[in-house]
């Protein structure tokens, strides 16, 4: 059998990650997380026709006694709503699905988080198995609990907490992701190294070259120490009440940039190098780090072919009122997770108007 790494998340529901090649193919593996008979398999349009048959056909040769029904959504952020939630909902109540059932989220961070939320509502809440197909569903959306959809008014606003039974992440099935999906999922990756990890910087530095040619092993190895970030924050702060706040690095910035370019400009792996990398500035401007740290963030950012720097004609006065309406956002000035320093972020509150727009306007 090919190489894999194991991760285990502990708390009230402990479960595993298991991270490497040809997983998809491993019924047994894939399998193992399903109690009952019948299981829901949601995907979306990319990725079913890629990878959906295969594992069926994996499931179904290593547990005939499971019915696998289908429910796949058109891809992309749009489709994160309560409609097709409902849809999957009708789809896991046509099959006569009971409190044994299984959803098996099979794509990026959409079809994650929706299929998440289908699993907790369903009977108030089911197993999921995640398969994660994106680097950034493999490395944060899979991992930790959170489900959600999107309203109108704002992204996951629906939601619930519920842990997957299991995650099951192919490293080969980044071979087809886009590479700009690649490098959106690779912000997040360096942002553990940023928050808590200075040694994992250094190594990012180390293997710049290899994770941008999609070498295995290096993806395996960067996914398997940032699922291990994940799972030990998780595990300490499972519903986001302390130090799971720290994962928000470069998120006040990023999502402020998403919205105000309408979700059609950079995508939230760019606006959040972006935003790393204007909190870095930020700390220096607060006299809590070096410029020269912020500079170096920068700089591997930047050869993993990631923007830091904001897009031209956005308005910094508009941004601000943005992180205002930020739900991280709370009553006593705004509040940022900034560092002390490469590896050694922390929740700052009460930061001054003037110098989040002198950091915006330089
Ligand atoms: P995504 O799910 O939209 O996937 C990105 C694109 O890649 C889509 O077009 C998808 O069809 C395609 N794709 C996926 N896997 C592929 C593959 N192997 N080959 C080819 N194409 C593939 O986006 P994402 O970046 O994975 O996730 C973003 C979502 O994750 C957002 O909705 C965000 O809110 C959510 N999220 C959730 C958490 C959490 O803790 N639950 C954390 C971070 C992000
Ligand atoms: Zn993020």
Not at 73 to 98: C, M, Q, R, V, Y
Not at 268 to 290: F, I, N, P, W, Y
Request: charged share 25%; hydrophobic share 50%.
């Amino acid at each position: 059998p090919s190489p894999r790494a194991i991760v285990e998340v502990g708390g009230e529901k402990p479960y595993a990650i298991t991270i490497g090649p040809g997983l998809l193919d491993d019924g047994a593996l894939l399998g193992a997380g399903l109690r009952g008979r019948h299981a829901l398999l949601v995907s979306d349009g990319n990725v079913a026709p890629l990878y959906a048959d295969r594992v069926t056909q994996a499931l179904r040769a290593a547990r005939p006694d499971v019915r696998i029904d289908g429910y796949f959504l058109p891809p992309g952020e749009a489709s994160k709503t309560l409609a097709h939630f409902a849809e999957a909902i009708d789809a896991l109540a046509a099959t006569g699905a009971t409190r044994d059932a299984c959803v098996v989220a099979l794509g990026g961070g959409v079809v994650g988080d929706l299929a998440g939320f289908v699993a907790a509502c369903w009977m108030r809440g089911i197993d999921c198995v995640q398969i994660p197909t994106t680097l950034l569903a493999m490395v944060d959306s899979s991992v930790g609990g959170k489900t959600a959809v999107d309203l109108p008014q704002g992204k996951n606003l629906v939601g619930a907490f519920h842990p997957p039974r299991a995650v099951i992440a192919d490293t080969e099935a980044l071979l087809t992701l886009p590479p700009r999906e690649l490098r959106a999922g690779l912000a997040e990756v360096v942002k553990y190294g940023a928050i808590r990890d200075a040694a994992f910087l250094d190594w990012l530095e180390d293997r710049a070259d290899a994770l941008l040619a999609g070498d295995d092993a290096a993806l395996a190895d960067a996914i398997a120490r940032s699922c291990r970030h994940k799972a030990e924050i998780v595990e300490r702060d499972p519903f986001e009440r302390g130090e799971r706040a720290l994962l928000n690095f470069g998120h006040t910035f990023g999502h402020a940039i998403e919205a105000e370019q309408g979700f059609g400009g950079l995508n939230h792996g760019e606006a959040v190098a972006v935003g790393m990398v204007l909190a870095a500035r930020l700390s220096a401007r607060q006299g809590l780090a070096g410029e020269a740290e912020a500079e170096r963030l920068a700089a591997l950012l930047a050869r993993f072919g990631l923007p830091v720097a904001l897009p031209g004609g956005l308005d910094p006065a508009a941004l601000l009122e943005r992180m205002r309406l930020d739900k991280k956002a709370a009553a006593d000035g705004l509040r940022f997770v900034l560092w002390d320093g490469i590896g050694a972020a922390r929740v700052v509150a009460g930061v001054a108007d003037e110098a989040v727009l002198a950091v915006l306007e330089k």
